[in-house]
């Protein structure tokens, strides 16, 4: 069988292509998706993504190396495999990153400017917030503005911000990014609106798509330097599909291990596996960005959500709030609302990113991260990442084996840029904790806690304590020829029949949460594939 594209996975990017690469009804897709199906309740339960975090049913449960930046840990990597990928087990805020950001995409890769992005992203949404010159109406993707049902305390995390001199902002993805205030959500009808519900599922209907699950992609087969397929493993077989073009939409850690397996990537590491080296290019895997982040939290004078997602009955009193009334606090992300700042004046566009959370896990899995179960006493959190770190980590194959995991080398904190930002935020944070309007409600503070104020002390306590907040990308980037992967239009450099569309495309990383962006590469993506 020959089909007209093949599409490496179901995720964010993937859904969209799947999508809008079949709406004309000329070309015939196939999706081969790694995971299963996304029919799993707690997949669609907004709070369940506490319940799919450590889940191997829908996750691929990367670890990185131990990491010297991170005090020597390993970092549990979650990322979605399953339909949807990762915006099945996200948390669904919505973010599409600064203008800024987008220009110097513009200027790795001409297309891709905040002028050629701003219509895909207004094209694809559907914002409960209505139409603006920002937002869009009447799109496949229903973004709720997030304004009701939220903790009370929110208002005054706000107000304290503002205290604090980081005044409101109602919309972080209208004019100014900059200020405190309620995050929009992927949430519909107290469901998660995941990419495979907004552009996935709807397309399934349609004859020219075909979506098989349980398929996992080993390699991409070539005639000389033209791709004419794949290789699959489904049901303990291995399996061949052809089609015109390629389009590896599998995440930044599996794309470029999946170009690493075919060939095309560092020629030394290719030829110390034992693979043949079709294309040397060592920008694959290599240049991967990620936001790291941290939370700080407190013990309070008031009811948080611990109080009630804790304790059995609490646990059947919004079970059942949420199946009478798709609401309360099931029906929503865990961060409530957040904020982006700068950590000093000096800054051209906000360089931290905030993340209020009206409960606390602090009870460690086996000594590391957090379970996501509340803790048994009233308790809040605040989070932080960077938004633009300067840190670069790599993904490479370890095996020739596809079905193992490749090494993921984060190194987080390796620079002295995101070692002194983020010792700033942790400041002002503790800033805004500091306030009337917020300070008024806490009890103490529990982590790092009062003992930990020197700058030795804050470092050492955010590099023991930092994780990644999941939003790797930039390891196939786009770019200018011997910088990068891929060309402006998706194109693997130096085949042809090869395209990459998924966060590992990322020129650089934005400012924000990395879902919109990696849907709106797939409905750009889309677009120029298209165009041919
Ligand atoms: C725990 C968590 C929380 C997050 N929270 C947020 C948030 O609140 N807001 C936000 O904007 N972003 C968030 N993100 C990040 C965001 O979801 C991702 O950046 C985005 O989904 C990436 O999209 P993608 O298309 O690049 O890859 P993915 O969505 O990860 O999709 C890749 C797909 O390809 C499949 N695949 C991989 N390899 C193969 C193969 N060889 N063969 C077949 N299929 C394959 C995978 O199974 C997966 O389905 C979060 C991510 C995680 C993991």
Redesign the pocket.
């Known amino acids: 069988m020959e089909v007209d594209y093949i599409i490496?996975?179901?995720?964010?990017?993937?859904s969209v292509l799947a999508n809008r690469l079949t709406e004309s009804g000329q070309h015939r897709v196939v999706v081969?998706?790694?995971?299963g199906s996304d029919l799993r309740p707690y997949v669609h339960l907004p709070l369940g993504?506490g319940k799919?975090?450590y889940n191997p049913n829908v996750?691929?449960m990367y670890r990185t190396e131990p990491d010297p930046g991170l005090a020597g840990n390993a970092d549990h990597?979650?990322?979605?495999?399953?339909?949807?990928?990762?915006?099945?087990?996200?948390?669904?805020?919505?973010?599409r990153g600064n203008r800024a950001d987008y220009d110097e995409w513009g200027a790795a890769a001409s297309g891709w400017g905040w002028d050629d992005v701003l219509p895909a992203y207004r094209a694809m949404e559907d914002n409960e917030a209505g139409s603006d010159a920002y937002r869009g109406r009447g799109g496949p993707l229903f973004i709720s503005e997030n304004r009701r049902g939220l903790h009370w305390l929110v208002d005054d995390y706000i107000a304290a911000c503002g205290e604090a001199g980081l005044a409101a902002n109602r919309d972080f993805n209208g004019a100014e990014q900059e200020g405190a205030g309620t995050y929009q959500m992927?949430i519909k009808g107290g469901r998660r609106n995941s990419?495979a519900r907004a552009f996935l599922r709807p397309a399934m209907k349609r004859k020219n798509l075909q979506v098989m699950t349980d398929?996992?992609?080993?390699r991409v087969l070539f005639e000389g330097k033209q791709s004419v397929g794949v290789e699959?493993r489904r049901d303990g077989q291995l399996l061949q599909l052809k089609a015109r073009e390629v389009i590896l939409?599998?995440?930044?850690i599996?794309?470029p291990?999946?170009l690493q397996l075919s060939g095309i990537g560092p020629g030394a590491l290719l030829q110390d596996m034992g693979l043949p080296v079709l294309v040397d290019n060592a920008n694959v895997g290599a240049h991967l960005n990620d936001h790291q982040g941290i939370n700080y939290t407190w013990r309070m004078k008031v009811a948080t959500y611990n109080g009630i997602l804790r304790p059995w009955w609490g646990k059947a009193f919004v079970g059942l709030q949420y199946l009478l009334t798709r609401g309360g606090p099931l029906a929503k992300?865990i961060?409530h609302a957040g904020g982006f700042f700068r950590t000093s004046p000096e800054e051209p566009r906000p360089n931290m990113q905030l993340y209020f959370q009206a409960f606390s896990t602090l009870i460690p899995r086996n000594g590391e991260r957090p379970l996501l179960s509340p803790d048994p006493f009233q308790g809040l959190s605040i989070g932080l990442s960077n938004c633009r770190p300067t840190s670069r980590g790599t993904i490479r194959i370890k095996t020739p084996d596809?079905m193992q995991h490749p090494e993921i080398v984060a190194n987080a904190y390796s620079t002295q840029h995101d070692v002194d930002e983020m010792l700033l935020a942790v400041k002002f944070l503790r800033k805004i904790a500091a306030q009337p309007s917020f300070s008024r409600w806490i009890a103490e503070e529990l982590r790092p806690g009062p003992a930990v104020h020197t700058d030795e002390a804050l470092i050492a306590d955010f590099r023991r304590r930092s994780g990644t907040?999941?939003?790797?990308?930039c390891t196939c980037r786009m770019g200018p020829e011997g910088e990068s992967v891929l060309d402006e239009k998706l194109r693997v450099r130096g085949v042809g029949g090869l395209r990459v569309c998924?966060?590992?495309a990322f020129p650089n990383l934005i400012s924000?949460?990395?879902?919109?962006?990696?849907?709106m590469?797939?409905w750009r993506g889309a677009e120029i594939i298209l165009r041919g």
């Open positions: 490496v996975g179901s995720g964010s990017a993937g081969l998706e790694a995971g993504y799919l975090f996750n691929w990597w979650p990322r979605g495999k399953v339909l949807g990928g990762s915006s099945s087990i996200n948390a669904m805020v919505y973010i992927t990419a398929a996992q992609v080993t699959y939409a599998g995440g930044a599996n794309s291990q999946l992300s961060n596809p907040v999941y939003h790797p990308s998924d966060a590992s924000g949460n990395t879902n919109g962006p990696a849907m590469m797939g």
